[in-house]
Structures are given as C-alpha cells and as structure tokens.
C-alpha cells in the first residue's frame, strides 16, 4: 500500500449497516485486499479524524449463480474483504448520516 486513501475501497450501505451504525457505533467499509487491522484503523482515524476502538475483519466469499433459459450460464460475484470499524460514542462519520 502507498497511501492510506488506497486502504478504503468504498463505504457499504444496507439496511443492517445502518443498524450497525445507529445502535452499536460501527461502520461497515470494502477495503483492499491485503490490508489488515492497523492499516485500516489508521487510515479511517486520519482520513475521518475519529477514534477507533475496535477493527473486525472479514472475507466475503465469491457467490455463483446461473442466468438464462437453459440455465448454462454460470455468473459469479468476486470475493472482497469488508472491515468493520467500531467508534467511541461520541464520535461519528457523516458520511453514512442521512439528512440532518
């Protein structure tokens, strides 16, 4: 890794990260491949300027599926690497609020 903004894939959204988010203080984030947990706890404390408690890490693994008529068609979804980054309370990243 070169930089710390190559760690952060891209933010994940659902409606069991938005629990996540407002019960529990934690926030859901598709990182790179061979990051780990200090690498991921750096780059979201510098780049959202909060305090991480806690970092779990884990692999979704590549689903398979089938399309067509004649159901020949095999489709997959690549494996990614999720992490999930727990905050102190009274901190928050806006970017997974909604309209304040």
């Known amino acids: 890794m070169?930089?710390?903004?190559?760690?952060?894939?891209?933010?994940?959204?659902?409606?069991?990260?938005?629990?996540?988010?407002?019960?529990?203080?934690?926030?859901?984030?598709?990182?790179?491949?061979?990051?780990?947990?200090?690498?991921?706890?750096?780059?979201?404390?510098?780049?959202?300027?909060?305090?991480?408690?806690?970092?779990?890490?884990?692999?979704a693994p590549a689903k398979h599926g089938r399309k067509g008529r004649s159901r020949r068609l095999l489709i997959t979804s690549p494996e990614f690497k999720k992490a999930i980054v727990t905050l102190i309370p009274e901190d928050r990243i806006p970017l997974f609020e909604g309209v304040e």
């Open 2 to 59: 070169s930089s710390i903004y190559e760690v952060l894939r891209r933010p994940i959204v659902t409606e069991k990260t938005n629990y996540l988010v407002t019960k529990l203080h934690q926030y859901v984030f598709e990182v790179a491949k061979d990051a780990n947990r200090t690498m991921v706890k750096d780059a979201v404390e510098k780049i959202f300027d909060v305090k991480v408690v806690r970092v779990n890490i884990v692999v």
